[in-house]
């Protein structure tokens, strides 16, 4: 059974760090992180390729956040820096089933964890 499993989140003050985790049951194709912040739609904050090589930001992301994963661990993260009061949200991880580019797109991804909570504080 495909299981993601987040970790890692909880409470920040503005401009601190928080690093997610998202540990999977098997190694998986392009990987990517996403948020929901309440009332809105799920969009995503970044993106990794299967070997890490490539990545992809949202620009709210640029230069604050780092994904990174460690397939021996199955393990993928996700660096937040400088947090601001507006990623505010839940954090999901999720992974694809087919060797696709690193896309900031919903639908190119199959599997998805149940999320963890980041509550930034200003």
């Known amino acids: 059974q495909v299981q993601l499993v987040e970790s890692g989140g909880g409470s920040a003050q503005a401009g601190g760090s928080l690093r997610l985790s998202c540990e999977n049951s098997k190694y998986f194709n392009s990987m990517a992180w996403f948020v929901q912040a309440a009332g809105k739609e799920r969009e995503g904050v970044a993106a990794i390729s299967r070997r890490g090589r490539t990545t992809a930001y949202a620009d709210s992301a640029k230069g604050r956040f780092t994904i990174s994963r460690d397939n021996a661990k199955n393990t993928m993260y996700l660096q937040m820096s400088s947090l601001k009061p507006e990623d505010t949200a839940m954090y999901y991880c999720?992974?694809?089933?087919?060797?696709?580019?690193?896309?900031?797109?919903?639908?190119?991804?199959?599997?998805w964890g149940q999320g963890t909570q980041v509550t930034v504080d200003s």
């Open positions: 999720a992974a694809a089933r087919s060797d696709v580019a690193p896309t900031l797109e919903t639908s190119a991804y199959n599997y």
